[in-house]
């Protein structure tokens, strides 16, 4: 039975097509909200939505490619035609781990195209909206690489530190306005990408973790629904949730 702490609200959630995506889109029309689906992968995002609501009525899948700023201002407007939006969940990631030699400046633009600027660009547009209306919530994917180096994240975690320092600059500037700024910020999660990697380098990734498991997509997404329906005097925070990675 669906709940209602969303209800009649509607979530924006970028990378939405399959793995933590996925699970955000579920958890939050288990709380009674529409969502606008976006993602690069429009056959994969589709596919999904039709899963998760069969009748169409609760799910708006929009292709957009983040590295396009013409692209993001257009689903924009298609999604606040389809229904104002009153959460925004900044999740797609353009992942890289290799090592600082290895980097080319292609690379390292399309990294920071995707995890920070679209971020920025696309935060600026809905937020307009919900500064209008007085009330919103924004809640920004980062990750543990943004918080501690890893020896293959030059790129991928300057641009998740970049966007946990962006998650405090709009929460400054917004919180007058009836809006919420945070970031959630996760250590490995049972996703699409982390399956690929080899038995052995799971295994080994998982023991450096306290509680040695790595993280469900759902678990991550419960956190992210409580920040939009509960958290409505948290602000400029990052939550970890990486099950003892980084303790402070």
């Known amino acids: 039975m669906p709940g209602t702490a969303l209800s009649d ?9 399959q793995g933590l995506g996925a699970a955000l889109v579920r958890a939050f029309l288990a709380e009674g909200a529409r969502v606008v689906a976006l993602d690069v992968d429009d056959e994969a995002n589709r596919a999904t939505a039709r899963a998760l609501d069969p009748g169409g009525q609760r799910v708006l899948p ?14 924009h407007r ?4 389809w229904s104002p939006v009153d959460v925004l969940v900044n999740n797609a990631a353009r992942p890289l781990a290799v ?18 600027r679209a971020v920025f660009f696309l935060t600026r ?3 307009a909206g919900m500064r209008e209306r007085g009330w919103g919530r924004i809640v920004n994917m980062a990750s543990v690489a943004g918080q501690t180096p890893r020896p293959t994240g030059a790129a991928y975690g300057s641009s998740k530190a970049g966007l946990i320092s962006l998650t405090r600059v709009f929460a400054t500037e917004l919180a007058p306005h009836g809006i919420t700024v945070n970031a959630v910020a996760p250590a ?21 973790v306290p509680l040695g498991r ?3 997509p759902e678990e991550v997404a419960r956190l992210v629904v409580f920040l939009a329906a509960e958290g409505s005097f948290v602000t400029g925070a990052t939550y970890d949730i990486n099950g003892g990675t980084l303790m402070r």
């Open 214 to 216: 790595i993280a469900t």
């Open 78 to 81: 298609a999604a606040e035609d």
């Open 125 to 127: 547009a809905v937020a």
């Open 9 to 17: 609200r509607t979530a924006l959630i970028t990378g939405s097509a």
């Open 62 to 75: 929009l292709h957009a490619d983040l590295r396009d700023l013409d692209a993001i201002e257009r689903a």
């Open 188 to 208: 490995m999660t049972d996703t699409p990408m982390v399956r690929a990697v080899s038995p052995e380098q799971l295994a080994e990734l998982t023991a450096q």
């Open 99 to 116: 090592p600082l030699w290895d980097i080319t400046p292609e690379d390292w633009d399309e990294v920071f195209a995707v995890n920070l």
